[in-house]
């Protein structure tokens, strides 16, 4: 039974709303494939993607694409089934979302690294009808054990394995032998589902935010639009996976909505990150702050001359981070703050990055509300709601969400605090749920986070409860650093910027380097789990 049916794919946002942004010009009302199969026919030699494999035209990627897209049909994918997509970033995860895109179904993708249980929930949620995903991914039999889950999700029906033969699983060179000819692309509505992302994950199962069309390319569109500006040929580095929030600025908004090249490595290594800006040229970068910071620490007698912007999201952004990264790369730093809930926001390519910018109404209107979803007063923090172009339509296979995070105006709660400034700039504090509390009192571990980052010691940083059987819960200050730093000298810092004592960290924990996710940002859980294991006894 199609999704529909059980109304799980209903717009949260009025109807007329959506039509009154396509009259204002914030739509394109045209779906994905066939946007993207304009720039194909308009630039057929533009280079499409470059990656670990290779160049890819347009035209060369359009051929795939409906090689796959006839595949899919065979295998009995059709319009608004769910087909789930676990690839690293490759040629192949690109042309798998422009298919499934062109038989208008939805592509759910999460990354790869993500385990059974994670696996399992989005699949199940989801009534995905398909999978593709890859043979294996280090030690993980991602096939194999995909697989496995046929028999406990009634919607299953195909596991897609690319990079080898898996028994019971169709092997991706069948779609890739089929005859583009026989291809013939569905005309989805523009306001129809096309994509759900996932969140990394900070519920007790991961989001799934469902998108259509329209909202991927007329809000994340116009949004990268913005970074892009009048570069003549932009080429865009995603180092952040594809089949993350940030990430689907990639297929659906680089190519599809741009026509613009896409540079792609299968996963997050600083060499390999190097390397790929010495020798893509990439103009424009997509990453977390983390990543960056370890850039800047191996980016000496690099060529990195082609960056013109950087744009860091996913994380919060600190000054000092904006700083070293400008100056040693010699490009703009743009800090964005979004997320897949339906917000977005970033600085201008010229400006510092010491805020979240103002807020674009195209893409996204923004207020600051209290508890009672009162609107807030310049400078007093409250949670961020958004509502505007690149709004999602809901919440896949949670209703629960829909009730607690949606408005009747099709508005969001993000569950993030913030407040804006007498220049309209909006500034982010943390999350609601990420408040430590220790003894009554609230710590945003964002606020010591950016100014533990000012230390010229220290690389990298995030701040994470331990539970206290006195207070509830005590900060750490989880630091990458060269050398041990003694917690007065900590402390001493924070007291020279005028954080008040009550919420310095308790203790300070030196690493080598942070937990990435799977989505690429720092894994929050594995931090506090390794903390527990080293817990003074």
């Known amino acids: 039974m199609k999704l529909v049916a059980d109304q799980l794919l209903e717009d949260l946002v009025p109807h007329e709303l959506r039509r009154s942004w396509a009259a204002a010009g914030n739509y394109l009302d045209r779906d994905i494939y066939a946007l993207f199969h304009e720039h194909a026919t308009t630039n057929p030699g533009r280079t499409a993607v470059l990656d670990a494999d290779g ?32 690839l690293p970033n490759g040629h192949l ?52 054990r995909t697989r496995a889950m046929l028999g406990d999700l009634p919607s299953l029906r195909t596991v897609i394995a690319v990079g080898g033969e898996v028994a019971g699983c169709v092997p991706v060179s069948a779609l890739l032998r089929c005859d583009p000819a026989r291809f013939t692309p569905s005309t989805p509505d523009p306001d129809g589902p096309a994509r759900i992302l996932v969140t990394s994950g900070s519920e007790a199962e991961p989001k799934m935010v469902l998108y259509s069309h329209n909202a991927l390319i007329g809000g ?30 990639g297929t659906a908004v ?84 979004g997320s897949a809930d339906g917000v977005n926001c970033h600085t201008a390519v010229d400006g510092l990055p010491h805020s979240a910018g103002r ?31 690149m709004s999602p339509m809901r919440y896949v296979g949670a209703p629960e969400l829909n009730a607690r995070y949606r408005l009747t105006d099709g508005s969001v709660r993000t569950g993030d605090l913030g407040h804006f400034d007498a220049d309209g700039h909006l500034h982010v504090v943390g999350r609601r749920k990420d408040i430590i509390i220790r003894g009554g009192l609230n710590i945003s571990p964002a606020e010591v986070e950016g100014l533990l980052a000012t230390h010229p010691a ?44 009550r919420k310095f960290p308790e203790r300070v924990v030196v690493l080598g380097e942070l937990p990435l996710g799977p989505a690429g940002k720092v894994d929050r859980r594995a931090v506090q789990e390794l903390i527990a294991s080293r817990a003074p006894r």
């Open 254 to 337: 680089t190519l599809a909505t741009h026509g613009a090249t896409l540079i792609l490595r299968p996963k997050f290594d600083v060499d390999i990150a190097l390397a790929a800006i010495e020798e893509d040229r990439p103009t424009h970068v997509l990453a977390v702050p983390t990543m960056f910071r370890m850039i800047t620490d191996n980016s000496a007698r690099r060529d990195t001359s082609s960056l013109r912007v950087v744009a860091l999201g996913g994380a919060a952004l600190d000054p000092a981070t904006a700083d070293r990264v400008r100056e040693s790369l010699g490009c703009s730093v743009v800090n964005v703050y």
């Open 55 to 86: 160049v890819l035209s347009y035209a060369e990627l359009d051929v795939l694409v409906q090689r796959l897209a006839v595949g899919l049909a065979g295998l009995g994918v059709g319009e608004r089934d769910v087909v789930a997509v676990q």
């Open 458 to 501: 220290i690389r990298d940083v995030v701040c994470v409860p331990v539970s206290d059987p006195v207070l509830g819960e005590r900060l750490c200050a989880c630091v990458v650093a060269d050398r041990d730093l003694p917690l007065v000298e900590v402390t001493a810092h924070l007291a020279a910027q005028g954080l008040e004592p």
């Open 359 to 389: 807020p674009n109404p195209d893409v996204a209107r923004v207020s600051i509300v209290d508890d009672d979803l009162r609107v807030l007063p310049d400078g007093e923090v409250g949670e961020i709601v958004s509502l505007g172009p």
């Open 93 to 144: 995860a690109c042309a798998f979302d422009l298919a499934i895109a062109a038989v208008g179904a939805i592509a759910l993708p999460y990354p790869v690294g993500r385990g059974d249980r994670e696996a399992w929930s989005l699949l199940s949620r989801s009534r995905a009808v398909a999978v593709v995903t890859a043979t294996s991914y280090g030690d993980y039999l991602c096939a194999e």
């Open 220 to 249: 994340r569109g116009r949004f990268m639009g913005v970074l892009l500006g009048k570069t003549p040929e932009p080429r865009v580095y995603i180092m952040v996976p594809l089949a993350s929030s940030y990430g689907s600025n």
